[in-house]
């Protein structure tokens, strides 16, 4: 999950989520798909299931000194949260009832603010020592500059039909931040030149997974044994594990073995 901080800003009263580590799974993808999907923090939507409010549920904002991120560039109000010098910023948890966020989906929600990333493919998908260890170039850096979006309730929670009007966040659990450099045409030009196929995997992975499914011919399930090599291979490497499932299927059906495991 990527790690989160809530902000309640008093000089302006506005929110804002704010992004300080991006986790490597959105890394992956970053490098994989050319946008970097953030996740969301459950906690403040945890308490919306459908229609219905569940009371019980708050949510803790860190009340601060100052203007947000997003005032103090449009209106160059009193910056002094960008201090970084403690005593200058009061935080003290405020308790906020789950009357507020309000239902309404039109409503403007807290800002979400995505730090930039910048890196190369490589080393986007976790894979930087494996290209230094065969002395392949790491082609072009992607950069997903720093953003400040402003969507509104809807957009947030992901509500069906909210999201269409800002195609910097889309629903499914997670928010998505464009503005790469590199354009999806180029992504597959780099991802060829560097032998990742679409799921991520260099071409020495799958010649190792190919070695595998062969050794092991004959074997019924070979589930325990491919969880141990995401586990030692690829999870550090950001990959996530559904990914490499995918892939490890799709070898054993070219290679002639039926993929599915047993219950
Ligand atoms: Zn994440
Ligand atoms: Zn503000």
Redesign the pocket.
Known sequence: ???HELYHFQACNHFGIE?H???????FTSGLKGYL???KPDKIFRHFTGDEIHLTVTVLWHDIDGACRECVEKHHMDDTIYQTDEVHRSIHPAAIKASHPPLDPLARGPYVFVPRIAGSVFRLIGAGQIARDHWWAEGPTIVFPQTVLRPTWGQLRGQPGAAAAADKLEVRG?WKASGTEVDAEELDDLHGLLGISEKGMTRQDITDIMAEIQFNQGLESLGAKWAQMWASSFAGRGMPSELFNETVEELMVRAGIDGEEED
């Open positions: 999950m990527c790690k992004i580590e991006v986790c490597s799974g959105a890394l999907p953030i996740c997670q």
